[in-house]
């Protein structure tokens, strides 16, 4: 299992660009990249999957280079309510031995 | 749909109580997960399913036991509650590696 490392926090002010960078040095051929958001009191939420390149949804866009040993999760113009915590995952798609694992996340805390 | 579900909404027990949480989602999904959150921290895999019948273990499984005897219903058995499994527990199901959904929490004490 790929193991990811993210920054603990990060701080940003409202109509800011954010980008939170995730480390997975060692991920495996079929593994795919997810983030996950969190708020307190809440289960985490999906906001982007990808394998390579570029992906862009409504909310976000995530970045993978080449080489795959990093991705980089793009929230454009944040609001006060994408104060939240970040998650990164790495994991293989549609493997039986299916066992995703969250590491720390980042603290993304947005100032007025 | 409801989505995922989780019950009860908070708990209290005392050391040495067993209990069952209980998870349940309509989405048809073959992915089922059990995570334990402590306070400031990230989620920790307990135990998962990839299908009525079939569970394994995650990272921290020891004092837990899950069944899947449906696609719905993956319960969540707690054997003899110590204060260490004092936590926010979520539930959460997939059709694959892909978008998880999970549950709004079930938040036990252990006293």
Known sequence: LAKTTQPISM??????????????NNIATNDYITWYQQFPSQGPRFIIQGY?????????????????????????RVSLSDTAVYYCLVGPWMDSSYKLIFGSGTRLLVRP | NAGVTQTPKFQVLKTGQSMTLQCAQDMNHEYMSWYRQDPGMGLRLIHYSVGAGITDQGEVPNGYNVSRSTTEDFPLRLLSAAP???SVYFCASSYSQGEQYFGPGTRLTVT
């Open chain 1, 11 to 24: 701080d940003s002010y409202e109509g800011q660009e954010v980008n939170i960078t995730c480390s997975h």
């Open chain 1, 52 to 76: 390579k390149t570029k992906v862009t949804n409504e909310v976000a866009s995530l970045f993978i280079p080449a080489d795959r040993k990093s991705s980089t999760l793009s929230l454009p």
């Open chain 2, 84 to 86: 260490s499994q004092t």
